[in-house]
């Protein structure tokens, strides 16, 4: 149990896999209450089945402005309050600028940034009551940009700006905000992209090193959460030892 949990109010998105699906858990453990969002609600439903501690799963498409405000006000409905909101709903279909089907690039700008942002404007009045944190899962991505990435750079680059602004505003006000900035972690992430030359690349690259475990990053995200009012760690960089960029 970590005591500055105890009893918080969380919403995490994405968390039907990976990174999310191990927050969720790791904040269940620590006393939370969590609120696990996502599209396959049969994973959610065995994460709450899983998790020692209150669970509400949420059927949530992210790029649905609408959902993610119903999904905020079912939080609050069922619980009370809302301390914390895990932006961490995702996807990377990676390829080169020339000949991209731009219909990926809308949809990682729709889940990765529009997404995080529509949560954001959702729960902010909740989290100015509780004094509470947002945590932006955003990427090594969003400060070095590499080849046959760019709209998922874009996307990371542009919601660690965004959370950056936030940050500002709402700092003095006690709400504390937190971007994390995973390297290579091991999860359904890069299954997700359409060229089978950057898939096995990247398959490669997971083979090649000692990832990270989508636990590590949920270790990061409860030490965040878990710091005194007055402690706010805004940025949480964490590679693999054996990745080098
Ligand atoms: P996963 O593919 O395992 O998880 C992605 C999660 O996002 C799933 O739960 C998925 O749920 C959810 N998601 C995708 N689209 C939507 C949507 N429209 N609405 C709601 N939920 C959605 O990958 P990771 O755990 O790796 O990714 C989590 C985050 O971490 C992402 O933001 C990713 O960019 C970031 N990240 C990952 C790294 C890695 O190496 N793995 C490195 C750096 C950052 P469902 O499909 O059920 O809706």
Redesign the pocket.
């Known amino acids: 149990m970590n005591s500055n949990l105890e009893g918080k109010v969380v919403l995490v998105?994405?968390?039907?896999?990976?990174?999310?699906?191990a927050t969720a858990l790791a904040l269940s453990e620590a006393g939370a209450k969590v609120v696990v969002?996502?599209?396959?609600t049969d994973?959610l439903k065995l994460l709450a089945e899983d998790a020692p501690g209150d669970v509400l799963v949420l059927d949530?498409?992210?790029?649905d402005q609408q959902a993610v405000q119903d999904a905020v006000a079912a939080t609050v409905q069922r619980f009370g309050r809302l301390d914390a909101l895990v932006n961490?709903?995702?996807?990377?279909l990676n390829g080169p600028i020339l000949g991209a089907d731009t219909t990926e690039w809308t949809r990682m700008i729709e889940?990765?940034l529009l997404?995080s942002m529509y949560a954001v404007h959702a729960a902010l009045p909740h989290l100015l009551e509780s004094k509470g944190s947002v945590v932006q899962?955003?990427?090594?991505?969003g400060r070095i940009a590499s080849a046959a990435a760019a709209a998922y750079s874009a996307s990371?680059f542009g919601i660690t700006g965004f959370i950056e602004s936030l940050r500002q505003e709402v700092t003095t006000q006690g709400v504390r905000v937190v971007v994390v900035e995973?390297?290579?972690?091991s999860?359904?992430?890069i299954t997700?992209g359409t060229d089978p030359a950057l898939r096995a690349m990247a398959q490669q690259m997971a083979d090649s090193m000692r990832t990270l475990q989508?636990e590590d990053i949920a270790n990061a995200v409860v030490y965040a959460l878990g710091q005194p009012d007055h402690v706010s760690v805004n940025q949480l960089l964490i590679r693999p030892t054996d990745q080098d960029r």
């Open positions: 998105t994405g968390a039907s896999s990976g990174i999310g699906q969002g996502a599209r396959r994973r949530l498409d992210v790029t961490n709903a995702g996807v990377m889940t990765n997404g899962v955003s990427s090594t991505s990371k995973p390297g290579f972690v999860t359904e992430l997700h989508p």
